[in-house]
T-cell receptor, first 115, second 115 residues
Framework: GDSVTQTEGQVALSEEDFLTIHCNYS??????LFWYVQYPGEGPQFLFR?????EKGSSRGFEATYNKEATSFHLQKASVQESDSAVYYC??????????????FGQGTSLSVVP | NAGVIQTPRHKVTGKGQEATLWCEPI?????VFWYRQTIVQGLEFLTY????????DSGMPKERFSAQMPNQSHSTLKIQSTQPQDSAVYLC?????????????FGEGSRLIVV
């Protein structure tokens, strides 16, 4: 079945550090790729998405580039802040022109940023 | 615009009792999804509706779990004879009509504790 793998379970950084969270996927068809962020006591919030090879998605200083050859969609941010502390999820859904399909999530990466 | 509304936010129920969780999707959204979140399993897809019709319930436990969407403004997830292993955060999400690769917008979740 379709799956998403996030390499890091936990990441601990200091403010202004560079962030990379690795995401690789396996899909039976052509996927759209997503990043979601979840704060304690809340549901996952949509961060951004990319739908085709080499497309870059970005929001709030975070970015990721769809790499079809490497089957990857790694999340990066140049300078993290304490307020970025949260759990980050990579996800995919298969693209079909007229139908909806479920999101498949990775296991999540817990980011902790200290001042 | 109001987001996805889930009630109750917290529910404690005794083993063997019934639990019903409610979801009000974002107005105008065509699809409603239910997910279950636990520390061990992460975010698990349960079921989804498109224009109120059930489309995919492949993630639903075959016994005791049922979901309905009687009108476009709400969906329910019912768990009969609850067991301790049903303890989780149940998340509802809705999705607008998009052309391929739909984005899901989540509510804050309903935390169910079975004692």
């Amino acid at each position: 079945g379709d799956s998403v793998t996030q390499t890091e379970g936990q990441v601990a950084l200091s403010e202004e550090d560079f962030l990379t969270i690795h995401c690789n996927y396996s899909a039976s068809g052509y996927p759209a790729l997503f990043w979601y962020v979840q704060y304690p006591g809340e549901g996952p919030q949509f961060l951004f998405r990319a739908s085709r090879d080499k497309e870059k998605g970005s929001s709030r200083g975070f970015e990721a580039t769809y790499n079809k050859e490497a089957t990857s969609f790694h999340l990066q941010k140049a300078s993290v802040q304490e307020s970025d502390s949260a759990v980050y999820y990579c996800a995919l859904t298969l693209i079909a022109s007229s139908s909806f399909s479920k999101l498949v999530f990775g296991q999540g990466t817990s980011l902790s940023v200290v001042p | 615009n109001a987001g996805v509304i889930q009630t109750p936010r917290h529910k404690v129920t005794g083993k063997g009792q019934e639990a019903t969780l409610w979801c009000e999707p974002i107005s105008g959204h065509s699809a409603v999804f239910w997910y279950r979140q636990t520390i061990v399993q992460g975010l698990e897809f349960l079921t989804y509706f498109r224009n109120q019709a059930p489309i995919d319930d492949s993630g639903m436990p075959k016994e005791r779990f049922s979901a309905q969407m009687p009108n476009q403004s709400h969906s329910t997830l019912k768990i009969q004879s609850t067991q301790p292993q049903d303890s989780a955060v149940y998340l509802c999400a809705s999705s607008p009509r998009t052309g391929g690769g739909n984005t899901l917008y989540f509510g804050e979740g309903s935390r169910l504790i079975v004692v």
